[in-house]
């Protein structure tokens, strides 16, 4: 059981330069969020997605955009990196909804991304 | 909207030794609340809950953590600390009555506290 997977682990842009985090869950969840990690700042919510076809902001959402492909996939966009976005990125889904309100969350390993 | 404050960056504590690590909330509705452990280079890993009932809770490692209405914290604590829990540990909640009413359903974590337990 894989659990939540986040491509790709590491990763270097230069600013201006776009790319796409891709997560996968294979547990049948319907919550899927995208979280960044600083030192100091601890997890902030980017995006996330209630359920499939939804998508929300969360605490951080400028710069970003995101697509709930289907019900197992949840990708994060960077249209023009900044430095500023610099950051470890954090996928993570729970089966938040009806009597399973209150299930954890699931996190990927993470990415580490560097933007120059 | 919903808030978490963990208060220290840091707690040192003797191997044996009790710890405690703090954190106290906000939100609007009832709340749920959740302990996280992370490695180094590793994801979050889901220690423990609150949704309702008892104020004392136990998790995974012998973790358990105290729910106080009053004085909206759920401290994070251990009887007898070992080497191996060195690690960041975080603080998160959730609006219990967001998603059931259809509003925001966000999960907000705090700062982290670094937890260095010495030999």
């Known amino acids: 059981n894989a659990g939540v997977t986040q491509t790709p682990k590491f990763q270097v842009l230069k600013t201006g330069q776009s790319m796409t985090l891709q997560c996968a869950q294979d547990?049948?969840?319907?919550?899927m969020y995208w979280y960044r990690q600083d030192p100091g700042m601890g997890l902030r919510l980017i995006y996330y997605?209630?359920?499939?076809?939804?998508?929300d902001k969360g605490e951080v959402p400028n710069g970003y955009n995101v697509s709930r492909l289907n019900k197992r996939e949840f990708s994060l966009r960077l249209e023009s990196a900044a430095p500023s976005q610099t950051s470890v990125y954090f996928c993570?889904?729970?089966?938040?909804?009806?009597?399973?309100?209150?299930?954890?969350?699931?996190f990927g390993n993470g990415t580490r991304l560097t933007v120059t | 909207a919903q808030s978490v404050a963990q208060p220290e960056d840091q707690v040192n504590v003797a191997e044996g030794n009790p710890l405690t690590v703090k954190c106290t909330y906000s939100v609007s509705g009832n709340p749920y609340l959740f302990w996280y452990v992370q490695y180094p280079n590793r994801g979050l890993q889901f220690l423990l809950k609150y949704i309702t009932g008892d104020n004392l809770v136990k998790g995974s490692y012998g973790f358990e953590a105290e729910f106080n209405k009053s004085q909206t914290s759920f401290h994070l604590k251990k009887p007898s600390a070992l080497v191996s829990d060195s690690a960041l540990y975080f603080c998160?909640?959730?609006?219990?009555?967001?998603?059931?009413?259809?509003?925001?359903?966000?999960?907000?974590f705090g700062k982290g506290t670094r937890l260095h337990i010495l030999p």
């Open positions: 547990m049948n969840h319907n919550s």
């Open positions: 993570a889904s729970s089966e938040s909804s009806g009597v399973n309100y209150n299930s954890p969350l699931h």
């Open positions: 998160a909640v959730r609006d219990s009555w967001a998603g059931l009413s259809g509003r925001d359903d966000k999960i907000i």
């Open positions: 997605s209630a359920s499939e076809g939804t998508t």
